[in-house]
Nanobody
Framework: VQLVESGGGLVQPGGSLRLSCAAS????????MSWYRQVPGKERELVAI????????NYLVSVKGRFTISRDYAKKTVSLQMNSLKPEDTGVYYC???????????WGQGTQVTVSS
């Protein structure tokens, strides 16, 4: 099983970044896919989730209207488009795959996002 994130980096406030996560080694279509972020000294928090099947989405309140999560079943990827970035969006962003029925949970290695002038 692999979840490989890419697309992180340094961006100025108000800028945009697009994170991608390439999945392999499991049945991608059966898993809810999420992005979490973590800053030092704080717990990892759920930023956005897109469910399997119907593809319903939900977002952390502070990113609603600025971030968009999407998934491509053919390419087995999940993306997070982040616009109007703020310094408080800084953190390590992790891709997560979860299958509630079988109780399985996979994590990527994380990608750093830094929003700073």
């Amino acid at each position: 099983v692999q979840l490989v994130e890419s697309g992180g980096g340094l961006v100025q406030p108000g800028g945009s970044l697009r994170l991608s996560c390439a999945a392999s080694g499991f049945t991608f279509s059966s898993y809810d896919m999420s992005w979490y972020r973590q800053v030092p000294g704080k717990e990892r928090e759920l930023v956005a989730i897109i469910t399997s099947g119907r593809g319903s989405t939900n977002y952390l309140v502070s990113v609603k209207g600025r971030f968009t999560i999407s998934r491509d079943y053919a390419k087995k990827t999940v993306s997070l488009q982040m616009n109007s970035l703020k310094p408080e969006d800084t953190g390590v962003y992790y891709c997560n795959a979860k299958n509630w029925r079988v109780g399985v949970n996979y994590w990527g290695q994380g990608t750093q996002v830094t929003v700073s002038s």
